[in-house]
């Protein structure tokens, strides 16, 4: 027999939403795939921000609190009420901006 693996055991207990309606499965599939999206933009603009940060002031290297130096746009929570068109809208424009 093959011993378990960790990873497999984990996502496997994963649990999905199901909804029986499939514009509803849609609609959260849509909402999933933003909040995975935001997350990915917060943490970039997270860490682009704390290395031109870090770059401009040495001494800021070590600081836990370096954070809170800054907003992040992305911690907004307007953007999981948006539909796709619209989010991508917003996003890209605060990306070219």
Same mark, same amino acid.
């Given at each position: 027999?093959?011993?378990?693996?960790t990873? /497999?055991?984990?996502?496997?207990?994963?649990?999905?939403?199901?909804?029986?309606? !499939?514009?509803?499965? =849609? &609609? %959260?599939?849509?909402? &999933?795939?933003?909040?995975?999206?935001?997350?990915?933009?917060? =943490? %970039?603009?997270?860490?682009? =921000?704390?290395? &031109?940060? !870090?770059?401009? #002031? &040495?001494?800021?290297?070590?600081?836990? #609190? !370096? /954070?809170?130096?800054y907003?992040n746009?992305?911690? /907004?929570?307007?953007? %999981?009420?948006?539909? #796709?068109?619209?989010?991508? =809208?917003?996003?890209?424009s605060l990306?070219?901006?």
């Amino acid at each position: 027999l093959t011993p378990f693996d960790t990873v /497999e055991l984990r996502t496997a207990k994963a649990r999905k939403k199901f909804h029986h309606d !499939i514009m509803k499965r =849609k &609609e %959260l599939t849509a909402a &999933e795939k933003r909040k995975r999206k935001l997350k990915w933009l917060k =943490k %970039l603009y997270k860490d682009a =921000k704390n290395a &031109e940060l !870090i770059q401009e #002031n &040495e001494t800021l290297k070590n600081d836990p #609190n !370096i /954070e809170q130096m800054y907003s992040n746009p992305f911690d /907004e929570k307007r953007f %999981l009420k948006y539909d #796709n068109n619209e989010f991508d =809208k917003e996003v890209n424009s605060l990306i070219e901006w």
